[in-house]
């Protein structure tokens, strides 16, 4: 199986024309045309994470966020992003990343942080895309897939506020859930969005959602919603660490017989002190 197999059913599941705008999804380092020796999934890729794939004897990294996001006017080694560039072209590492295409994608980000809170009836909320994505070897047709900017669902028994709060820190293993005050009505309906998910909460009050779960949101926003929604924030890295799952399922359907290794290193640059 050759690395350019992988990236292919990575993009056939989250398609590139998903990513928003600003993004830089995609192939960010490497050659395809060599056979994969193992795949480490991660949610950032750092110095660090290329040493781990080194070490696990891996020749492509799959990660969330995108190594390169910004225009590299040079690599010379001055900061972090520039190091673990050089680090993986001398060591023959490809990377490929998959973003807001991910958080988009059915089945993605957004849909994986629903089946961990065990939501259900799930259905997407703020911007809804379809792409067709062209037919892979050996199939006849092309597929269309669908995406959205958020995930709204439900729970099968409605729950008290503090206990959603609770059920939160365990399921995403939160130190500390930024909140406004608490619902004094249980929560049934909730919209989320995983990573900065802020510019969803007003289209998620107007789909009538219980309670708003996302990775970060700004200090103004929690204003003027007490009793109207539920806000939890739950931290970028906790809300979306879960989509190295993602990567795993896609390749082992899709590609089989490439060994996917979650990554072990915890790339998170906040700590609860």
């Not at 439900?154 to 820190?169: G, R, S, T, Y």
């Not at 969005?193 to 107007?206: D, H, P, T």
């Not at 539920?230 to 082992?252: L, M, P």
């Amino acid at each position: 199986m050759k690395i350019i197999e992988v990236v292919n059913a990575l993009e056939r599941f989250a398609p590139l024309p998903l990513q928003a705008g600003f993004d830089n999804a995609g192939l960010q380092i490497g050659l395809t045309d060599a056979e994969v020796s193992g795949a480490l999934l991660c949610l950032d890729v750092t110095e660090q994470i290329v040493d781990e794939a080194i070490g696990l004897g891996c020749n492509l990294i799959v990660s969330h966020h995108p190594l390169i996001f910004h225009k590299l006017a040079r690599i010379i080694g001055e900061n972090e992003v520039q190091r673990t560039v050089m680090k993986a072209i001398e060591n023959h590492v490809a990377i490929v990343s998959m973003h807001t295409n991910m958080d988009s994608a059915k089945g993605g980000v957004n849909h994986k942080m629903a089946e961990k809170m065990e939501l259900e009836k799930l259905r997407f909320f703020g911007k809804e895309q379809t792409v067709e994505v062209p037919a892979a070897d050996g199939q006849q047709e092309s597929v269309t897939v669908e995406g959205g900017e958020g995930v709204i669902g439900e729970f099968k028994e409605p729950m008290a506020a503090d206990d959603f709060i609770i059920m939160l820190k365990r399921v995403f293993d939160v130190e500390c859930v930024m909140a406004n005050q608490l619902l004094r009505r249980e929560i049934k309906s909730v919209a989320l969005c995983g990573g900065s998910g802020s510019f969803l909460l007003s289209e998620a009050i107007a789909q009538k959602a219980d309670a708003f779960v996302t990775g970060e949101m700004s200090y103004h926003d929690y204003f003027g919603h007490d009793q109207e929604i539920q806000i939890a924030v739950i931290g970028h890295y906790q809300s979306e660490q879960y989509t190295n799952e993602v990567f795993r399922d896609v390749i082992n359907k899709e590609c089989p017989g490439v060994k996917c290794y979650l990554t072990r290193t915890n790339t998170n640059p906040i700590i609860y002190l």
